[in-house]
């Protein structure tokens, strides 16, 4: 699959998968090489009512030149006058946030395989000095395999940025962003103990009633282990690592890819499903 111009004449529509803010996804197979992928249809008329459309070409620009077994490849995008086309890898599996509601948590060697995946992913990144600054379960998709793939990279940024504000959920939020400070790619190194501990108990740790409750939480690190479901010392010890206040002082992406928790229970073909 590699050309300079693409439309939607090199596309077959396949079946709908489901509908985000901005429009719609599809599976698609590509007509030349039949090779399956999910095509994202942006409506250019609701971009413009948020006033995304120059950030989203950057943003989008930047995805492209992403190329890492983790991190959901965007093969392609084109457009016409009222629709932008993502053409994005197809992630089989979906949401991997559906996979944690109906198994409640996940095992030690899946919440590992999973936060090992998402530690080399970041990695990456960085190293192109690219924060995803929304990694979340809903950002978090699975391939046919079973391997994570982070979706919706950068240009999902301010749509989701709206959503801690308005109704969704601050719970993935680090101290530094709660108090509105500088931040830099540690607040990643935050979210990847937030989500550690959510694979492990089934549920974020600072969860409250109210907003402001969870606010409070995070600022203050509040942080307790649940007795049940058993999760092991290794375990906590990592997530204590990186749910540090102080950015500088967590644990950065290589020392969680070394730590004894995800040396001994990390998948290293990416793909768990015990
Ligand atoms: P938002 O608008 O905030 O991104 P969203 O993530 O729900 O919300 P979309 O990203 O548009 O919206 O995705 C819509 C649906 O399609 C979601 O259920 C998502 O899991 C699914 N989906 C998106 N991209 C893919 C993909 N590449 N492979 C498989 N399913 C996908
Ligand atoms: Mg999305």
């Avoid at 077994?69 to 559906?98: Q, T």
């Avoid at 996940?106 to 998402?118: G, I």
């Avoid at 793939?149 to 680090?174: E, P």
Wanted: with cysteine; glycine share 6%; hydrophobic share 40%.
């Amino acid at each position: 699959m590699k050309k300079d111009e693409w439309s939607l004449e090199d596309f077959e529509i396949g079946k709908f998968i489901g509908e985000g803010k901005f429009g719609k996804v599809y599976l698609a197979r590509e007509k030349q090489s039949g090779y399956v992928v999910a095509l994202k249809v942006i409506f250019k008329e609701k971009l413009e009512k948020y006033r995304f459309h120059a950030h989203l070409r950057r943003e989008i620009e930047i995805q492209h030149g992403l190329n890492h077994p983790n991190v959901l490849r965007l093969f392609a995008w084109f457009h016409d006058d009222s629709r932008i086309f993502l053409v994005l890898e197809y992630a089989a599996r979906g949401e991997l946030y559906k996979f944690l509601k109906d198994l409640h948590h996940f095992s030690e060697k899946r919440a590992a395989t999973y936060v090992s995946s998402l530690a080399g992913a970041l990695a990456y990144c960085h190293q192109k000095h690219v924060i995803h600054r929304d990694i979340k379960p809903e950002n978090l998709l699975l391939d046919v395999e079973g391997r994570l793939k982070i979706a919706d990279f950068g240009w999902a940024v301010q749509s989701n940025a709206k959503r801690h504000t308005m109704c969704g959920t601050i719970d993935y939020l680090a101290p530094e962003m709660v108090e509105k400070r500088e931040h830099d790619h540690a607040v990643d190194n935050w979210t990847l103990g937030i989500l550690c501990y959510e694979f492990l108990y089934g549920g974020p740790p600072f969860e409250a009633e109210d907003q402001y409750d969870t606010f409070r939480r995070i600022l203050k690190v509040d942080l307790k282990y649940p007795s049940t479901p058993r999760v092991s010392a290794e375990a906590k010890d990592l997530i204590s690592k990186l749910l540090v206040k102080d950015s500088s002082k967590r644990l950065s992406l290589q020392k969680i890819l070394e730590h004894p928790w995800i040396v001994k229970n990390a998948d290293p073909s990416g793909s768990c499903n015990e």
